[in-house]
């Protein structure tokens, strides 16, 4: 926070009908207790999307691993590919609420609630497919590091070791800096609500009154989490890609995997945020909370990410030939022309050639056509994953070790399921928690002063 | 709760008539342990006013970090000397290997302690119902509470009557601080 002046200026500039700090208070905590019919539409749907994700999974727990179209030589499916999906889009979140918190970007105070719920709710999802693609999930404790029955511990050179200390820290430290971002917001929620609703919230906000002395050192601890989070968010789709690019498989074994891995995650999730604030402005009237501006600035965003994984794509195919080497360059070429050419070009065109239309402002500021772009993003980098895993696995050294990879019904079940399971949670969070930040969006608007000293000040 | 002690609320309508009270109350001589503000964001303007220095959280970052980096070498140096398996021809402690696990567990312990120093520093949570506490604190108004021996309570409801607040609520019991 800088001066008065600077203060005010940022505020019109993102939030022009907004008049007043009550006004926040009324239009964002007045979602929490009017459903409508959207709403209520959209919830039907996650909740069957929730009923087939369980039942998949119920019986392929009962049936065995089997049900899945897993098999030599293509061990990693959909269900890798899904959990890739899952973490990548929680990265946008921690980019918004973290990073653009530590460069004091503007317009990151609106979105940063619903981004940083997408990215809890995300990786909650993403958590689930390593133990669906366990089969035997009720070995999934083995996952925990502890000295096993002949005290051997577990394999610390492991990339697949490190996933699991990746994605738990992940997990927590991003529930912990959502929780406690949402406090003073949930303290103006209890302030204003009543029955089980004020409660509920007397219980979460932990009795916040926003003192001084409570403000002055959440402000730094806050500053601190930021600074956690952000090599974190680095660091777990880091760790995510050595999944891949520590082994000798053909298409995976390259340097470039961590940062293409990254600029990918940020680009899927941008876009994810996209496709949750659109139905979230219309639904709940938040025209004056989430403008042109912010959905401006998001897809520049996602230009930019863009560009570095277009970029990525490119070296890749570079690198395969300029390499010489025989079992790469036929790789890739399978990649193109071979079995699954539909799925690299899905990925192409949905990846490289959709979002160029972003250059264009007149895109940049039609909510409906963002709105648009962003499923096409969603679409294709859950195919980039796809054609990572399937296209490298079924196509390694040997030709008689060649094969074919096709999902099954209950591999589809699970992967369609787990997007109701995912908005099952966000659709929650927005009639419970604040979807808004109402305390940091109000920190971008003039601080009510004195009539008479209005000018001076200001 | 000391009974020869009293304290006042008052809502202000604008930041700087409260900063303005809590700087002519301290100018009184009255102490900062005994002035409370109340604000609905966080005001670098109050924070001034009262006079605060460094918040102790960045000691808590630092060590709960220094430890989650000492634990990630510890557990996995240690466990790979206890049972001595080479794989994949690695070096039995294979430090590059080993930097991901301290690296994870760095920011993991990191950011738990500066919870633990968030929690302590504001000795939330609040446990006791809010006595003196204005709703609107959380929406709009700025608060100063003032607590103060039964002599001084007439020159500490002067001086911030002389801001104009909204509203103003006595505290018999001075309870409301700490």
């Known amino acids: 926070m800088a001066t008065a002046v600077n203060e005010k200026e940022r505020g019109a500039l993102t939030h022009p009908d907004v008049e007043s700090f009550g006004q926040v208070n009324r239009d964002i905590l007045k979602i929490l207790s009017r459903p409508g019919k959207g709403w209520w539409a959209l919830f039907t749907v996650a909740v069957l999307g929730v009923i087939l994700f369980f039942t998949s999974w119920i019986y392929q727990i009962l049936t065995g691993i089997g049900v899945s179209g897993l098999m030599s030589p293509v061990g990693w499916g959909v269900y890798i590919t899904t959990f890739v999906f899952w973490v990548g889009i929680a990265h946008s979140g921690t980019l918004i609420s973290a990073i653009l918190f530590l460069f004091r970007a503007p317009w990151r105070q609106s979105i940063y609630r619903a981004a940083e719920a997408m990215t809890v709710f995300a990786v909650m999802t993403a958590g689930l497919f390593p133990l669906i693609h366990l089969g035997r999930v009720w070995h999934g404790y083995w996952l925990i590091p502890y000295p096993n029955s002949r005290f051997l511990w577990p394999n610390f050179r492991s990339p697949l070791l490190w996933d699991v200390f990746a994605v738990t820290t992940y997990f927590t430290v991003s529930a912990v800096f959502f929780y406690l971002g949402t406090i003073p917001d949930v303290a103006a929620a209890r302030d204003q609500a009543r029955g089980w609703r004020k409660k509920l919230y007397q219980v979460v906000a932990l009795g916040w009154r926003g003192t001084d002395r409570e403000w002055h050192h959440f402000g730094k601890a806050y500053i601190f989490l930021a600074a956690f989070a952000t090599p974190l968010v680095l660091s777990v789709h880091s760790v995510v890609s050595w999944d891949f690019a520590m082994s000798i498989v053909p298409g995976w074994h390259a340097t470039i995997f961590a940062p293409y891995f990254v600029a990918g995650a940020i680009f899927s999730g941008v876009a994810m945020v996209i496709t949750l604030t659109v139905p979230l402005r219309k639904i709940f009237g938040l025209e004056a909370y989430l403008t042109v501006k912010h959905f401006d600035a998001m897809a520049k965003l996602i230009l930019l990410t863009s560009l570095i994984v277009l970029y990525a794509y490119m070296t890749e195919f570079f690198m395969a030939w300029y390499s010489g080497e025989e079992i790469e360059r036929a790789m890739f070429w399978n990649r193109l022309f071979g079995d699954y050419w539909w799925a690299t070009w899905t990925m192409l065109v949905c990846n490289g050639l959709v979002p160029i239309m972003l250059w264009f402002k007149r895109v940049r500021h039609s909510i409906s056509a963002l709105f648009v772009i962003s499923l096409f993003i969603n679409i294709g980098m859950w195919f980039e994953r796809f054609v990572i895993i399937v296209t490298s696995l079924s196509h390694e050294y040997e030709p008689f070790a060649w094969g074919i990879y096709r999902p099954s019904m209950v591999e589809m079940g699970i992967m369609v399921g787990s997007f109701g399971w995912f908005f099952f949670w966000f659709l929650l969070f927005t009639r419970l928690l604040p979807p808004v930040a109402i305390a940091e969006l109000k920190e971008v608007l003039p601080p009510p002063l004195r009539g008479a000293r209005k000018e001076g000040a200001a | ?178």
């Open chain 2, 1 to 178: 709760m000391s009974t020869s002690k009293q304290g006042i609320l008052a809502s202000f309508d604008y930041l700087d008539s409260a900063v303005d009270a809590i700087g002519a109350l301290r100018k009184a001589g009255f102490k900062r342990k005994s002035i409370q503000a109340y604000a609905p964001v966080p005001e670098h303007d109050l924070e001034h006013a009262m006079g605060y220095g460094q918040s102790p959280v960045r000691v808590f970052a630092l060590v709960g970090a220094l430890t989650g980096t000492a634990t990630g070498f510890a557990l996995s140096i240690f466990t790979s000397m206890d049972w001595p398996l080479v794989v994949g021809g690695k070096p039995i402690v294979s430090i590059p290997a080993f930097v991901v696990i301290a690296f994870e567990l760095t920011i993991l312990f990191g950011a738990l302690s500066t919870v633990i120093g968030l929690f302590i520093n504001t000795r939330l949570p609040h446990l006791k119902p809010l006595v003196v506490y204005d709703p609107e604190f959380s929406a709009g108004r700025f608060g100063v509470y003032v607590s103060a021996s039964e002599d001084k309570v007439g020159e500490a409801r002067r001086i911030l009557e002389a801001q104009e607040p909204a509203e103003m609520r006595e505290d018999p019991e001075g309870v409301a601080h700490g």
